[in-house]
């Protein structure tokens, strides 16, 4: 049975100390993050995750019990008021539900590199837009990839933005933070890393891009660092008959995951 507390107040501790998690800084220190939105929960227990505690709003009773209630017996329950939602919420129209979660740092410790001949994971190098980095989990998650690992200067994955445009995928894929260091174990273990490029002389039509492979995404502005274009075994060039200088971040990040999946799915010839 669901026990719940009741709290109206804006600046009872306990959502003091909620409220500061909308700030990385705090998120990092306390290994907690907020999450928004009753499917946003939902999908975060059916991944899952731990979910320390659910506030929601007293006039979203069925939504809470729709969504959230079957799923929360071991969770802590906060029923709140409007005012306390709006306090933790980073939308201008909040749905009246937060969840307080658990921050996971993947290990790949967790990580058998044996029998495996057809993984994927991303490596993204100083990408900065919270929607760009969201769509890049999303399109990871869809097409099968294994982890994200987060190289210098990425935007925190738990940021809400990043939270909202991965529509919870980021709730399904490991999270790897220590980034060159996670990046240099698997390539210890016999991934490729493959760095989409201007300079590549082959496209990523025919490129193999069937065996464990890393593939690195760079910044917006300035693309992949020089630090891991150098690591790289294959250039990827994406073929631009138009004459566009360059691609969106998470659009090209899609355009080679998904040419991966049409290779594994109908073999890929030279």
Known sequence: MIKETYIESRSNPRIRSYKKLKEKKYRMREKLYLVEGFRLLEEAFKAGKKVHAVLYESGKKEEFARYIAPYAEQTEIIVTENDVIRDLSSTVHP????????????STEEVSFQDTSSELLLYL????????LGTIIRSAHAAGAKGIILGKNTVDPYNEKVIRSSMGSVFHLPIYHQGVETLKKFLDAGYQLAVTSLEAERNIFHEDLTGNL????????????????????VLLGIPMPGGAESLNAAVAASIVLFERVRQLESGFLK
């Open 95 to 106: 749905q009246g539900v937060i969840g307080v979660l658990s921050l996971e740092d993947a």
């Open 214 to 233: 890393i593939i690195a995404i760079g910044n917006e502005g300035s693309g992949i660092s020089e630090e891991i274009e150098e690591r790289a075994a």
């Open 125 to 132: 190098d100083g990408l900065q837009d919270p929607g760009n």
